[in-house]
């Protein structure tokens, strides 16, 4: 960073310091061109230089809220035909976190406070959109957490007389369709920074400048599969054939092994057979398309090479596993159960930390 000019030295004395008597005569003719004013060395520039010379750039704040179903809500405005998130421009003076709290409050009547910032995303200023008069000289926007919103809290919100025409909550897979190409990267790192757990993530229009294993995998860009059947504890009866059955497969740190496949994104739950276990019981299974889908649980102690290329194989928490699945009501009941088994298998609970990628030639515990 350039040193500011210290105006009391330059005005008051005007000249670098004397050179001592003995120094070479030579040495005082040649003063490196590096000298500013003083002649003192490096460079040097007025306030009014140095802030003349700092880039101008807007500043936004905008909030990302979900429903209990993982639906990303985003409002429709007057002026403008994609979808965005609440939000908008940072008065002068005014911190991002509070302009989160203020246009939430504009434009859906909400009161509330948005301390957690899940993304911080720099727009360039030839960013596609911007009308030639609007003389856009790029934009820091912020993304606010602004959690997970019940019904009851939703039926609150009350619409300003203008600007935004109404609000409706949209499949993550839908944003693309929906908002304008950098608004939709930038929700999806959002809610993916989310999940991890791991702090606010930095973007570059919309791009992680350092992708997660969500972020390179792709996670949550193709609509997620419906299971809204409900939930039974322990086996499924004998009249009703097992479908899909699945394995909530414990790594001894109380995480489980999770499938995203690599073309779409998409989260599953393995198979039971997927590794070697012990300790395994039935947990439940879900009902739904006439069908039982049996849930197991059991201990991970190997993972074999994974002979499927087309799937990676990562470690989570039980929470991030229903956060990338579209599970419905049940979804927490069958949650519930999953952390009754880790405590009958003597596992720890999990910190939120983001999912890790296993490699391809297994793992043993």
Same mark, same amino acid.
């Given at each position: 960073?350039?040193?500011?000019?210290?105006?009391?030295?330059?005005?008051?004395?005007?000249?670098?310091?004397?050179?001592?008597?003995?120094?070479?005569?030579?040495?005082?003719?040649?003063?490196?061109?590096?000298?500013?004013?003083?002649?003192?060395?490096?460079?040097?520039?007025?306030?009014?230089?140095?802030?003349?010379?700092?880039?101008?750039?807007?500043?936004?704040?905008?909030?990302?809220?979900?429903?209990?179903?993982?639906?990303?809500?985003?409002?429709?405005?007057?002026?403008?035909?994609?979808?965005?998130?609440?939000?908008?421009?940072?008065?002068?003076?005014?911190?991002?976190?509070?302009?989160?709290?203020?246009?939430?409050?504009?434009?859906?009547?909400?009161?509330?406070?948005?301390?957690?910032?899940?993304?911080?995303?720099?727009?360039?200023?030839?960013?596609?959109?911007?009308?030639?008069?609007?003389?856009?000289?790029?934009?820091?926007?912020?993304?606010?957490?602004?959690?997970?919103?019940?019904?009851?809290?939703?039926?609150?919100?009350?619409?300003?007389?203008?600007?935004?025409?109404?609000?409706?909550?949209?499949?993550?897979?839908?944003?693309?369709?929906?908002?304008?190409?950098?608004?939709?990267?930038?929700?999806?790192?959002?809610?993916?920074?989310?999940?991890?757990?791991?702090? &606010? $993530?930095? %973007?570059?229009?919309?791009? #992680?400048?350092?992708?997660? =294993?969500?972020? @390179? *995998?792709? /996670?949550?860009?193709?609509?997620?599969?419906?299971?809204?059947?409900?939930?039974?504890?322990?086996?499924?009866?004998?009249?009703?054939?097992?479908?899909?059955?699945?394995?909530?497969?414990?790594?001894?740190?109380?995480?489980?092994?999770?499938?995203?496949?690599?073309?779409?994104?998409?989260?599953?739950?393995?198979?039971?057979?997927?590794?070697?276990?012990?300790?395994?019981?039935?947990?439940?299974?879900?009902?739904?398309?006439?069908?039982?889908?049996?849930?197991? &649980? $059991?201990? %991970?102690?190997?993972?074999? #090479?994974?002979?499927?290329? =087309?799937?990676? @194989? *990562?470690? /989570?928490?039980?929470?991030?596993?229903?956060?990338?699945?579209?599970?419905?009501?049940?979804?927490?009941?069958?949650?519930?159960?999953?952390?009754?088994?880790?405590?009958?298998?003597?596992?720890?609970?999990?910190?939120?930390?983001?999912?890790?990628?296993?490699?391809?030639?297994?793992?043993?515990?």
């Amino acid at each position: 960073m350039p040193q500011l000019t210290d105006e009391a030295v330059t005005e008051n004395t005007g000249a670098a310091p004397a050179a001592p008597e003995d120094q070479d005569q030579d040495q005082d003719q040649a003063a490196p061109e590096s000298q500013g004013p003083a002649g003192r060395p490096g460079t040097w520039m007025t306030p009014e230089e140095y802030g003349a010379s700092r880039a101008t750039l807007w500043t936004g704040a905008v909030v990302l809220v979900t429903d209990t179903d993982g639906r990303v809500l985003v409002q429709s405005v007057d002026y403008r035909s994609d979808r965005l998130l609440p939000g908008g421009a940072v008065d002068a003076g005014e911190a991002p976190a509070a302009a989160a709290a203020r246009e939430m409050h504009e434009e859906l009547g909400v009161e509330g406070r948005y301390p957690r910032c899940l993304a911080v995303d720099w727009i360039p200023a030839d960013a596609p959109g911007m009308p030639p008069g609007m003389r856009f000289p790029g934009e820091i926007l912020h993304v606010f957490d602004g959690g997970t919103w019940t019904r009851e809290r939703i039926d609150s919100v009350r619409l300003p007389a203008q600007e935004i025409t109404g609000i409706h909550f949209a499949e993550p897979a839908e944003l693309t369709a929906l908002m304008d190409a950098g608004d939709a990267r930038r929700v999806l790192c959002a809610l993916r920074a989310r999940i991890n757990g791991g702090g &606010a $993530a930095l %973007l570059e229009d919309g791009r #992680p400048t350092a992708p997660t =294993a969500l972020d @390179r *995998l792709g /996670a949550l860009r193709t609509r997620r599969v419906p299971q809204h059947g409900t939930w039974h504890p322990g086996p499924a009866p004998a009249h009703l054939t097992p479908q899909d059955p699945a394995g909530w497969l414990f790594a001894p740190d109380g995480r489980v092994l999770l499938l995203i496949a690599r073309a779409t994104g998409a989260a599953q739950l393995p198979p039971p057979t997927a590794g070697r276990t012990a300790g395994a019981l039935p947990l439940g299974y879900r009902y739904f398309d006439q069908g039982a889908h049996p849930r197991t &649980a $059991a201990r %991970l102690t190997a993972l074999p #090479p994974g002979p499927d290329l =087309a799937y990676a @194989r *990562l470690l /989570a928490t039980p929470e991030q596993v229903r956060e990338l699945s579209d599970w419905g009501p049940a979804g927490h009941e069958e949650l519930a159960a999953v952390h009754g088994a880790r405590t009958h298998l003597s596992l720890p609970s999990p910190p939120r930390t983001p999912p890790t990628e296993l490699p391809p030639e297994g793992c043993h515990w």
